[in-house]
């Protein structure tokens, strides 16, 4: 493709805003996933260009709620509104020095992260050391596959009467490490699956004040509505026609076990988060031999959230992972899969080591002095 077809292409998305199937049936020439791939590409820079422009005019959710619909809120809904539920937060971030891309590129290239559990149990370690090795690897689009947040508040475990109360806190302590990975990928389009604990503020409207549901979107409630990124509502994403991102339901005790349970419901390449373990599994039939394919691939991605969660016992082991994937397609369509581990605030990507310069932990302390990154001889 010409970069004056293009060009073109994105004019007619942005100011004559033709639908997927109008540009498919314009321009022949352009196959089905290259044409997705601009479209949603320049839906993001839509987005991004809205939000820029909004962001100066800072509206309190608050006020936008019907007075009518007020009256018939719970009390407990009432309070959570009083008390800041859905303050608009400002987040003070580390001096972020973006790592120079260093690889060359194969092809699109996606990094899929998931479970930073963001509030109580988040690793800065971790997410800073994938935040370096995304941004060496030069990925062209971000992919959250869910649990963002961890949102320890709305647990069934916790008092009903003090859910709301602790959410004002908990989302204070939370939207940082959201905001640093926003913060260093803010020209990259991001995409997020929500996973079963980002929806749990979701069903505590649903249960308390169900006047508001629709009222606000999920990314409201978690206040990073202002980001830019696109929520998946189907909670699947599908990159390159052929693999499949989800979060993920169902759980084995054993590294990729899970995953092959997700692809055998759903016949394709599937990327899962959700169990927190580390595993890359090829699952053949005779069907790619017989028609010389590649087999289904699997991976569980590992966490970027503590591996030793608060309500954990002392005797137990979680028996999680720290890790996430660089994904990348090449012209020919064939897929690439990377599994990147992090132990310790270290990891190992392509022959560099990367290391967080950050504290592991949930504080946030100081960035670290820049550590020079050792490249293998
Ligand atoms: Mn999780």
Known sequence: MTPETQNAIKADIKERQLTLDQLLEAYPQVDTWRMRTLFRDAQAEIRREQVLSERSVQVTQEAAVPVADLKQMSARAKEALDIGFFRPLRVELPRIKPVKPVFKKAGRTWGIISDLHAGTEHDWAAIDVAVQVMQAAGIDELVVNGDVFHCESFSRHAPAQEQHRKWVTEREQALPPVAYLHANFQDTPTRVNAGNHDLWPMRWISQNAPVLEGFFTPEQILGIDAFGWTFEETGRIILADQ??????????????????????????????????????????????????????????LGCLCSLRPQYLAREDSSSWSQGFAIVTVDESGHLNAELVSIHNGRAHFRGSVFESRLAAGTEYRELAPAKPRRRAA
């Open 243 to 300: 693999l499949l991102v989800k979060h993920g339901t169902r759980v084995s005790g054993n590294p990729g076990e899970s995953v092959k349970k997700e692809i055998m419901a759903s016949g394709m390449s599937t990327v899962i988060g959700h169990v927190h373990r580390l595993a890359y599994v090829e699952h053949r039939r005779a069907i790619h031999e017989i028609k010389d394919e590649r087999p289904f691939i699997g991976l569980e």
